[in-house]
């Protein structure tokens, strides 16, 4: 950057770097409305994401909730929820959760949304991305 020259807050130096990933969910997040909200953005984790939630006291009384708040931590948006909290994680459906759950391990773990898949009528094998794309599509 040359010097006199301010990033603007959150700017990142290296424009190429994706943090947010949208997806769509499989069945999507029913409000106390009615409301569906089905499309979202996961961001990476940062390492106080992942440590922060072991001093909390839900997940010392039950080490299973660590995933309810890791991915409150890191939703994003979730339809209208901006920020989503741990009470509408929480009311995802267990195959959104499992989802997420997945959609969280790929882009922290293994840096990419892609899955192996295969046609069950061929069985030609092929990769997709189920995190859907910059813009939001699945």
């Given at each position: 950057?040359?010097?006199?020259?301010?990033?603007?807050?959150?700017?990142?130096?290296?424009?190429?770097?994706?943090?947010e990933?949208?997806?769509?969910?499989?069945?999507?997040?029913?409000?106390?409305?009615?409301?569906?909200?089905?499309?979202?953005?996961?961001?990476?984790?940062?390492?106080?994401d992942?440590?922060?939630?072991?001093?909390?006291?839900?997940?010392?009384?039950?080490?299973?909730?660590?995933?309810?708040?890791?991915?409150?931590?890191?939703?994003?948006?979730?339809?209208?929820?901006?920020?989503?909290?741990?009470?509408?994680?929480?009311?995802?459906?267990?195959?959104?959760?499992?989802?997420?759950?997945?959609?969280?391990?790929?882009?922290?773990?293994?840096?990419?949304?892609?899955?192996?898949?295969?046609?069950?009528e061929?069985?030609?094998?092929?990769?997709?991305?189920?995190?859907?794309?910059?813009?939001?599509?699945?």
């Amino acid at each position: 950057m040359a010097r006199g020259t301010q990033r603007a807050p959150g700017q990142l130096r290296d424009p190429s770097l994706r943090t947010e990933y949208p997806f769509v969910l499989p069945r999507g997040y029913r409000d106390r409305n009615g409301s569906l909200h089905r499309d979202g953005v996961l961001r990476l984790a940062t390492a106080r994401d992942e440590i922060a939630p072991r001093t909390d006291f839900r997940v010392r009384q039950n080490p299973a909730y660590l995933t309810v708040v890791l991915l409150a931590r890191t939703l994003v948006r979730l339809g209208t929820y901006e920020p989503v909290d741990t009470d509408v994680v929480e009311g995802l459906f267990a195959s959104d959760l499992a989802f997420l759950q997945d959609l969280y391990r790929r882009i922290n773990q293994q840096g990419h949304t892609e899955a192996e898949v295969a046609c069950p009528e061929c069985g030609h094998e092929f990769s997709v991305d189920i995190g859907g794309d910059a813009t939001g599509g699945s």
